[in-house]
């Protein structure tokens, strides 16, 4: 793009291109995204005090996103941190609501640690943000809140289920990014209101960080007011067929929860016929630990 050669750039002195192995925070602390204040190359990728793992430190990282799916490269200059979602009370807001973060079992793409759920509060902005608050009282939000991490960690084992055909090339699948997408109705749901099935209340489009390459899943959620409270609700989680790889995996998967179901082996892996797959369950509330933000 007419940028200066580095043969150009040698010669004035001014500093070339960051090595792809280096630590984009500790270099970036002189201000300049090259070199190190001491005039070193740079702080190699091998440095301990580095933030960021190793595997996002190359150009083709597929950057580190929040729970409202923007991405978050841009660090708070004060700490070298991503910025702090705000937990600010909403105006009109007749009581204060928790701000506390339950930490979830879900990998997080672009780091080492896992997603942190929103809060009540935030939770409750969200949904007045989004003009989605009208019947929403504050003494309902922990019960909101727990419902709907519930339901993600739900979600993440059934894509982890997925990711299993391809534990052999990458065994430390992420989520990286999620964005909900209620008034877009899926095919596979559409197809099925056709047959007399409900529609879903809500979908989700889940990015999954496969080692370096974003794998995306549709997820349909089904709430049936027919049956008891701990079997009201289902989830349909499938990778979108962005590719002919994800058609394959549709056709493996319901492969082994047939073999599952009829307690046989599989006939492509001659694995035994047990697969969480097979099931369909409501999800359970899973164990967390609280985290504060």
């Given at each position: 793009?007419?940028?200066?050669?580095?043969?150009?750039?040698?010669?004035?002195?001014?500093?070339?291109?960051?090595?792809?192995?280096?630590?984009?925070?500790?270099?970036?602390?002189?201000?300049?995204?090259?070199?190190?204040?001491?005039?070193?190359?740079?702080?190699?990728?091998?440095?301990?005090?580095?933030?960021?793992?190793?595997?996002?430190?190359?150009?083709?990282s597929p950057?580190?996103?929040?729970?409202?799916?923007?991405?978050?490269?841009?660090?708070?200059?004060?700490?070298?941190?991503?910025?702090s979602a705000?937990?600010?009370?909403?105006?009109?807001?007749?009581?204060?609501?928790?701000?506390?973060?339950?930490?979830?079992s879900i990998?997080?793409?672009?780091?080492?640690?896992?997603?942190?759920?929103?809060?009540?509060?935030?939770?409750?902005?969200?949904?007045?943000?989004?003009?989605?608050?009208?019947?929403?009282?504050?003494?309902?939000?922990?019960?909101?809140?727990?419902?709907?991490?519930?339901?993600?960690?739900?979600?993440?084992?059934?894509?982890?289920?997925?990711?299993?055909?391809?534990?052999?090339?990458?065994?430390?699948?992420?989520?990286?990014?999620?964005?909900?997408?209620?008034?877009?109705?899926?095919?596979?749901?559409?197809?099925?209101?056709?047959?007399?099935?409900?529609?879903?209340?809500?979908?989700?489009?889940?990015?999954?960080?496969?080692?370096?390459?974003?794998?995306?899943?549709?997820?349909?959620?089904?709430?049936?007011?027919?049956?008891?409270?701990?079997?009201?609700?289902?989830?349909?989680?499938?990778?979108?067929?962005?590719?002919?790889?994800?058609?394959?995996?549709?056709?493996?998967?319901?492969?082994?929860?047939?073999?599952?179901?009829?307690?046989?082996?599989?006939?492509?892996?001659?694995?035994?016929?047990?697969?969480?797959?097979?099931?369909?369950?409501?999800?359970?509330?899973?164990?967390?630990?609280?985290?504060?933000?």
């Amino acid at each position: 793009m007419g940028g200066t050669s580095s043969k150009e750039a040698s010669i004035s002195g001014a500093p070339g291109p960051m090595n792809p192995d280096d630590c984009p925070v500790l270099n970036s602390r002189d201000g300049s995204g090259g070199a190190s204040p001491s005039g070193a190359a740079g702080t190699s990728g091998a440095d301990s005090n580095c933030p960021i793992p190793e595997r996002y430190r190359r150009g083709s990282s597929p950057g580190v996103y929040n729970v409202y799916n923007q991405r978050i490269d841009e660090l708070d200059p004060t700490n070298n941190m991503p910025r702090s979602a705000a937990q600010h009370m909403w105006e009109g807001q007749q009581q204060p609501l928790s701000t506390d973060r339950v930490k979830s079992s879900i990998p997080k793409g672009g780091t080492s640690d896992s997603w942190l759920y929103p809060s009540p509060q935030m939770f409750y902005n969200a949904l007045m943000r989004k003009g989605k608050g009208e019947d929403v009282t504050e003494d309902i939000m922990d019960h909101v809140v727990n419902a709907h991490n519930t339901m993600n960690e739900a979600t993440w084992q059934r894509v982890a289920e997925w990711e299993r055909l391809h534990e052999d090339v990458c065994p430390d699948a992420r989520l990286l990014r999620f964005m909900g997408r209620p008034d877009d109705l899926s095919p596979l749901a559409r197809i099925k209101s056709w047959g007399g099935k409900q529609l879903p209340f809500d979908r989700h489009d889940w990015w999954v960080d496969r080692c370096g390459r974003e794998v995306r899943y549709v997820i349909d959620f089904y709430y049936n007011e027919n049956r008891t409270v701990d079997e009201a609700f289902e989830l349909e989680v499938r990778p979108a067929l962005d590719s002919p790889g994800a058609l394959l995996d549709r056709v493996k998967m319901n492969i082994y929860i047939q073999c599952a179901r009829w307690g046989v082996p599989c006939p492509l892996t001659g694995h035994s016929g047990k697969f969480n797959g097979a099931s369909n369950a409501s999800p359970s509330p899973p164990q967390r630990t609280q985290a504060q933000q």
